[in-house]
């Protein structure tokens, strides 16, 4: 079995949130193929281990994409499918790494299920493994890594009125609803920072208006990215709330995470970068994974790592390079040597940094 063959037997499984059932078969049939022992967690995640011992590398791949199936197919040096980049390609890239690498310790890949929407996948790892080491299957380029992301708080707004005639002088529900959204959408931009990585960001998901006899009610769901340096749960408290909902309901509460550049996964990824002829770039990105949840909780440095352009992501598009794929491969297999072996020290020479 070649390489991309791995990457495309995981994309023809195809596993939207919520129904990725089949694909995590998928996986733990390709990853016993390829030599390691396999299990399913309560949660689903379906999880590769090879080796035994400290250090423990965890490889944070999930399995689950978003909806809308795109055909699977290769043209060229192209293979195209939902989650080529986010993040079967990733996932594809660990696993043919741990298979390559000879070291001490135990290497750890896991297919995590609902990354897309609630994360549950990862929530139930928290308590299970305590490794030593994480990197998170997410694009970033196979000569980048991402050491940043921002934290997310996400909600649902309910406003509460009585119906009238649209003639009348009081305000309708939906009027409190989007002068309390405008409020919001004001307290970001006086939270503006140099960068979008340390602004805080608003987007308005869904506003929904039902009636029932006189009675009107208006739901909003409201997504905030949050810089570093704020806390979800603080974010919630310091926002407006004059002339505000009835109730607001958290859907997501994520933490932002920013890591450090002297981290020794940076450095060893950044090591196989180099190895592997390119130049490492180091992200920060305005997007959110895993890595938020997971680092914080097991107290450990990290990065996201993987191939593919996540400007493709969620789009249908989405494609991989299959040298790309290689590339990586060999960037993984260099970083969990290095990591085994204590080796990974920071390198004198910095990478490029991107916000």
Request: charged share 25%; hydrophobic share 40%; aromatic share 6%.
């Amino acid at each position: 079995m070649d390489d991309p063959e791995v990457l495309i037997e995981l994309l023809e499984a195809y596993s939207p949130s919520g129904h990725e059932g089949p694909a995590v078969e998928r996986f733990r049939a390709l990853a016993e193929r390829l030599g390691y022992s396999v299990s399913s967690d309560v949660a689903g995640n379906g999880i590769a281990r090879r080796g035994s011992g400290h250090p423990q590398i965890l490889f944070l791949g999930h399995i689950d994409t978003v909806e809308g199936a795109v055909p699977v197919r290769r043209e060229g040096t192209r293979i195209y499918g939902r989650g080529a980049c986010d993040a079967k390609g990733p996932l594809a890239a660990a696993l043919l790494a741990g298979r390559r690498a000879s070291s001490r310790g135990e290497i750890v890949v896991v297919a995590a299920v609902g990354e897309e929407t609630d994360s549950r996948g990862a929530r139930a790892l928290l308590e299970t493994f305590r490794p030593e080491y994480v990197i998170a299957g997410e694009p970033s380029g196979w000569d980048g890594l991402a050491i940043g992301y921002k934290g997310d708080l996400r909600l649902r707004a309910t406003f509460l009125g009585d119906r009238a005639h649209l003639s009348a002088p009081t305000r309708s529900t939906a009027d409190r609803a989007v002068e309390w959204i405008q409020g919001l959408r004001e307290e970001a931009a006086r939270r503006t920072g140099p960068t979008a990585f340390r602004s805080l960001t608003f987007k308005v998901v869904s506003i929904a208006t039902t009636t029932h006899g006189g009675a009107e009610r208006v739901e909003a769901v409201v997504d905030l990215r949050i810089p570093p340096g704020t806390g979800a749960a603080a974010l919630l408290v310091q926002l407006p709330r004059q002339g505000g909902p009835e109730t607001v309901e958290p859907l997501v509460e994520l933490d932002p995470y920013e890591g450090d550049r002297l981290d020794p996964v940076v450095a060893a990824l950044s090591h196989g970068i180099r190895a592997a002829g390119g130049r490492p770039t180091l992200w920060r990105k305005t997007g959110t994974s895993d890595l938020n949840l997971v680092a914080p909780t097991w107290r450990v440095g990290g990065a996201a790592y993987g191939p593919g352009d996540s400007r493709l992501d969620h789009t249908d598009g989405e494609f991989l390079e299959v040298g790309d794929l290689d590339r990586a491969v060999r960037v993984l297999a260099h970083t969990f040597e290095m990591l085994a072996a204590g080796a990974a020290m920071p390198t004198p020479r910095p990478p490029d940094e991107r916000a």
